[in-house]
């Protein structure tokens, strides 16, 4: 047993206990008891809207905090991380500030260093809601789904990309270590089959302050937690 700020994020959790006793009527009210299991989010998306991109020869969607780590230089010659530029403001991918797994993503969306890009648009928080390999319903927010990359209708795109009803196969998880990892223990590998039953409003709800973790409970709930919240709730590795 450990409390939800030791334990690793991407991992499935169990909820065992909740010291706070507000807290737990609070997480009792949306549905959250010893039992339920949720997943602690990525720290590094926190706070980082999923962004629209169209780079030379592809239009594709970005996770926050994967844009946060691509710099780009403007028209005026200044340099800018991607998540901070204007809707319609263009300019070229000067460098990258993530590892060999920011360059292998990139590469697999069509994007390189050197390359003229626009950014389209911040996109609101979003859920897919999906169904895996014809039986279990999962929700997946947009900076996860579009981490997905495979084939459907004979052509190879982002999830972010797929249309309602037509058969997903994986090909391929996209993203740093833990976003693999992440959608690993939903399920999500490659050679399963994901179906987009629809693209709903995300769901969330805050207690503390913003902007230290989160949790995604399997009904697509994204929690936010402070340090004092988190340190008071015990959970298990499933």
């Known amino acids: 047993m450990m409390t939800l700020e030791e334990a690793h994020a991407g991992d499935i959790l169990r909820l065992v206990r909740i010291s706070d006793s507000k807290l737990e009527k609070n997480l009792n009210r949306i549905g959250l008891s010893p039992g339920s299991t949720f997943v602690k989010f990525q720290k590094e998306e926190i706070g980082y809207q999923s962004v629209r991109v169209r780079g030379e020869k592809t239009n594709v969607v970005l996770g926050g905090g994967m844009s946060a780590k691509i710099i780009v230089t403007r028209a005026d010659g200044s340099k800018t991380p991607l998540f901070e530029m204007n809707s319609k403001e263009e300019g070229r991918i000067e460098a990258l500030s993530g590892g060999p797994k920011l360059h292998e993503t990139l ?3 069509g994007l390189k260093i050197g390359d003229r890009i626009k950014f389209l648009r911040k996109l609101p928080p979003m859920e897919y809601v999906t169904v895996l390999d014809k039986k279990r319903h999962l929700h997946l927010q947009e900076g996860i789904a ?3 990359w495979g084939v459907t209708e004979n052509q190879e795109i982002q999830f972010t990309s797929a249309r309602v009803w037509k058969e997903f196969k994986v090909c391929k998880l996209l993203g740093g270590t833990r976003a693999q990892r992440y959608l690993t223990n939903l399920g999500i590998k490659p050679g399963t089959s994901l179906i987009l039953i629809g693209i709903e409003e995300g769901k969330r709800i805050g207690y503390g302050p913003k ?3 989160a949790i ?4 697509g709930f994204h929690i936010y937690l402070g340090p004092v919240e988190a340190d008071s709730i015990y959970v298990d590795v499933v």
Not at 216 to 219: N, V
């Open 146 to 148: 579009s981490k997905i």
């Open 107 to 109: 590469e697999t969306l």
């Open 211 to 213: 902007g230290h973790i």
């Open 216 to 219: 995604e409970t399997k009904d």
